[in-house]
């Protein structure tokens, strides 16, 4: 039940996010739908607890039901103390996040997906293995990620983190060549800082429907000899727009077919990233 609450959550927060001149809601209608999102994702979070106490129960849910019903005239008190704060934010250019950040549990996880153990990586991995960007095409669109940083409350304690990049399509298949970054930049406080380009190889509008770009968070673990996925996060075909966004980050094993999503932690942990679009 928490999938479904979890990806209405990311409807609403995608509508509320509009930036479109023909939406049908005010700003206030907006973040009210973006409020009412942040519920649905405390619920699909008080669903996966096996605490009792704090949590948002279905109760609490029904009370939006007529709040959703009537958005468009709905101009009472949102009954429940929650900021409008989307799973998926975008930034205004130079905006900065402040964010508290509560142990994340890096055992377990949900998904079948890509292993979250691998080989010591090779020598020279250390420079990673991107791409130069495609030649251009009338009519056709590249596109260009910046991946600027990942917020992680141990950051620090990270070995050699650095993140895989990946084109999937539905069923988990990729659909262009697997690029790892360098080694992350520096690590500092709760950020672990990667400012790379990552140009993806395929043209926009040649990915096929449904398809998703994944980013693999991978550290390495002295203790036990080998490379580690600690997380995932992906954005979705209809999320690429040129600026920046940050995407939540979600538990290993990574689910590339997406049908088994949990977040890493209850508490906001961010990829940030920034979009450029290359159109002749």
Same mark, same amino acid.
Do not use: W
């Given at each position: 039940?928490?999938?479904? @609450?979890?990806?209405?959550?990311?409807? $609403?927060?995608?509508?509320?996010?509009?930036?479109?001149?023909?939406?049908?809601?005010?700003?206030?209608?907006?973040?009210?739908?973006? /409020?009412?999102?942040?519920?649905?994702?405390?619920?699909? *979070?008080?669903?996966?607890?096996?605490?009792?106490?704090?949590?948002?129960?279905?109760?609490?849910?029904?009370? $939006?039901?007529?709040?959703?019903?009537?958005? $468009?005239?709905? #101009?009472?008190?949102?009954?429940?103390?929650?900021?409008?704060?989307?799973?998926?934010?975008?930034?205004?250019? =130079? !905006?900065? @996040?402040?964010?508290?950040?509560?142990?994340?549990?890096? @055992?377990?996880?949900?998904?079948?997906?890509?292993?979250?153990?691998?080989?010591?990586? &090779?020598?020279?991995? #250390? !420079?990673?293995?991107?791409?130069?960007?495609?030649?251009?095409?009338?009519?056709?669109?590249?596109?260009? %990620? #910046?991946?600027?940083?990942?917020?992680?409350?141990?950051? =620090?304690?990270? %070995?050699?983190?650095?993140?895989? &990049?990946?084109?999937?399509?539905?069923? =988990? %298949?990729?659909?262009?060549? &697997?690029?790892?970054?360098?080694?992350?930049?520096?690590? !500092?406080?709760?950020?672990?800082?990667?400012?790379?380009?990552?140009? %993806?190889?395929?043209?926009?509008?040649?990915?096929?429907? =449904?398809? *998703?770009?994944?980013?693999?968070? /991978?550290?390495?673990?002295?203790? /036990?000899?080998?490379?580690?996925?600690?997380?995932? *996060?992906?954005? !979705?075909?209809?999320?690429?727009?040129?600026?920046?966004?940050?995407?939540?980050?979600?538990?290993?094993?990574?689910?590339?077919?997406?049908?088994?999503?949990?977040?890493?932690? /209850?508490?906001?942990?961010?990829?940030?990233?920034?979009?450029?679009?290359?159109?002749?």
């Amino acid at each position: 039940m928490h999938l479904l @609450e979890l990806g209405l959550a990311r409807h $609403l927060q995608k509508e509320a996010q509009s930036q479109h001149n023909n939406s049908e809601f005010t700003e206030d209608q907006k973040k009210t739908i973006a /409020k009412i999102a942040t519920c649905l994702e405390l619920r699909s *979070a008080a669903l996966q607890s096996t605490q009792s106490q704090d949590e948002f129960k279905l109760e609490d849910l029904k009370k $939006l039901e007529p709040i959703l019903k009537n958005i $468009l005239t709905y #101009n009472k008190e949102f009954p429940f103390d929650v900021q409008p704060v989307p799973l998926r934010k975008i930034l205004a250019p =130079g !905006e900065e @996040e402040h964010l508290e950040f509560e142990e994340d549990d890096e @055992e377990g996880g949900a998904g079948a997906g890509s292993p979250d153990s691998f080989p010591a990586r &090779v020598p020279g991995a #250390n !420079e990673g293995t991107l791409l130069p960007r495609l030649p251009s095409e009338p009519g056709m669109t590249l596109l260009t %990620i #910046n991946i600027e940083k990942i917020g992680l409350k141990d950051a =620090g304690q990270c %070995i050699d983190p650095y993140i895989t &990049v990946s084109v999937k399509d539905l069923n =988990g %298949i990729d659909l262009t060549p &697997v690029q790892d970054t360098p080694v992350a930049l520096r690590k !500092e406080d709760t950020y672990v800082h990667f400012n790379v380009d990552i140009e %993806i190889q395929k043209h926009i509008e040649k990915l096929t429907k =449904g398809a *998703a770009i994944f980013f693999e968070f /991978k550290h390495y673990k002295p203790k /036990k000899r080998f490379t580690s996925t600690k997380c995932f *996060a992906f954005m !979705e075909m209809d999320e690429i727009k040129p600026g920046a966004i940050v995407i939540e980050l979600y538990k290993k094993p990574t689910d590339f077919k997406r049908k088994k999503l949990q977040l890493l932690t /209850k508490k906001p942990l961010y990829l940030h990233l920034h979009q450029t679009l290359h159109k002749e």
